[in-house]
């Protein structure tokens, strides 16, 4: 399995249940390349839901080659630095954006 969708199996535990009280929302994620995929979180009543797929209407659309999905896990990309260089696409609520680390304790 690889280390993006061992992530997407796991992160219903990686998840900061203090930091998701109050969100309802859904990330969609779109992993390109080797070992890609696309998967979506929805948030909703304290808890998170992970599918395999596209989410209907997600609430912000994530985009990312699955080597530097891996390093941003890894802490070895700085989230705000690979958006500012291009590695990572943003579609939708920013702010959902900025929550991503501490909601999913990336890094």
Do not use: H, R
């Amino acid at each position: 399995m690889s280390d993006v969708a061992a992530f997407f199996d796991n992160v219903s535990g990686k998840v900061n249940k203090d930091k998701i009280q109050g969100m309802d929302c859904v990330y969609q994620f779109d992993i390109t390349g080797d070992d890609g995929g696309q998967w979506n979180i929805a948030i909703a009543n304290g808890e998170a839901a992970v599918s395999s797929g596209t989410a209907e209407s997600p609430s912000i659309t994530i985009t990312m080659e699955a080597s530097n999905f891996v390093n941003l896990l890894q802490g070895k990309l700085n989230g705000q630095m690979a958006f500012m260089t291009g590695k990572l696409k943003i579609k939708g609520d920013m702010a959902l954006a900025l929550k991503l680390q501490s909601v999913f304790s990336l890094g």
